[in-house]
């Protein structure tokens, strides 16, 4: 949303709260590795299998904003 708004031509700040609202997503992804692998080491089954894909999903998700993020700097 907020690089469509810069590209439309409404300003340069909108290409930086891009960049933040992204830097805090990944941030917040990165915090929420240690309870979800808590959460993970407990459970069994099909739950665990899920919880893996869940978190291998999250992973590579992560790696394209990180990406993402190094790219616009």
């Given amino acids: 949303m907020l690089d469509g708004l810069e590209i439309a031509g409404r300003g340069r700040r ?3 709260a891009a960049d933040v609202v992204t830097a805090i997503g990944l ?3 990165v915090a929420a590795v240690l309870p979800g692998l808590a ?3 407990r459970t069994e089954g099909g739950a665990k299998r899920v919880g893996f ?3 291998s999903l999250n992973t590579i998700i992560a790696g394209l904003y990180g990406g993402s993020l190094y790219a616009r700097a």
């Fill in 27 to 29: 941030a917040g992804a």
């Fill in 14 to 16: 909108y290409q930086a």
């Fill in 39 to 41: 959460d993970w080491s």
């Fill in 53 to 55: 894909v869940h978190a």
